[in-house]
């Protein structure tokens, strides 16, 4: 009697099956390793369309994919300690391959006059800031803080990067700014700040991050709708 060589020769699709299947006789095997739960590796495996070559091509479905993350998730779970060559051969195909020349990241230098050259958003706003070692000089268009930012609260914003890493007095600033309020240009100016030191000394990003410097703030003014007075206020109901 002839008999198929694949044991999953009959299912909906093999070739899945097949991976599926030597994948569980390898977690079968260690299930009594000690593992963290709490590790995920999502992103360190192949994509559905990278799969597919090995994995069914056009049988493959979603459900497939997901479920074959969740295992390799399971198996590299186990403690690194315990790994044996086993395991990792198991899990070498559907592992991402890694493109150095895309995954370098390029880090910004200083300009060849020593200044770090940031630019900051925030709502409507927009600001290039150029930041230099120096005495403590801080001109927005060429103007001084004081005069641009009348609001004590937006100039107490735009210094407090620099008063996170105890800076003030230690860097001349020069801000482009344009669009917006002065909201949104403070905001602006501070993120493009935060971006400056970090060039300067990568030692104060994690301070940076903490005191919030570094944290994008998307919110934007809400539109109007039609039929309603403002964004969200709508003129008073009358029955008849």
């Given amino acids: 009697r002839v008999t198929p060589t694949s044991p999953t020769f009959f299912a909906s699709n093999p070739p899945h099956e097949l991976n599926m299947l030597k994948l569980n006789e390898v977690l079968n095997k260690y299930i009594s390793f000690p593992y963290d739960a709490s ?28 479920e074959l993350v969740s295992l390799l998730n399971r198996i590299a779970a186990i403690d690194p300690q315990l790994q044996n060559d086993e395991i990792t051969n198991a899990l070498q195909p559907f592992k991402k391959q890694d493109n150095s020349t895309s995954s370098t990241l390029i880090r910004k230098q200083l300009d060849e006059f020593g200044r770090a050259v940031c630019v ?35 100039r107490l914003k735009i210094l407090f990067p620099l008063k996170v890493v105890d800076a003030e007095g230690s860097y001349n600033v020069f801000a482009k700014v344009r669009g917006g309020g002065t909201t949104g240009q403070a905001g602006a100016i501070v993120s493009a700040i935060a971006q400056g030191l970090i060039i300067h000394n990568p030692l104060l990003k994690a301070r940076l991050y903490k005191a919030g410097c570094m944290t994008k703030d998307h919110r934007v003014v809400e539109r109007k709708k039609a039929g309603k007075r403002k964004a969200r206020k709508s003129p008073t109901w009358v029955k008849r």
């Fill in 39 to 66: 590790q995920n590796k999502s992103g360190s495996w192949i994509s559905m369309k990278e799969y597919a070559m090995i994995g069914g091509g056009s049988r493959l479905k979603i459900v497939h994919h997901q």
């Fill in 120 to 154: 900051g958003r925030r709502k409507a706003s927009s600001a290039k800031v150029y930041l230099v070692k120096g005495s403590g000089e801080f001109l927005v268009n060429n103007k001084s803080l004081n005069e641009v930012f009348p609001s004590l609260a937006d």
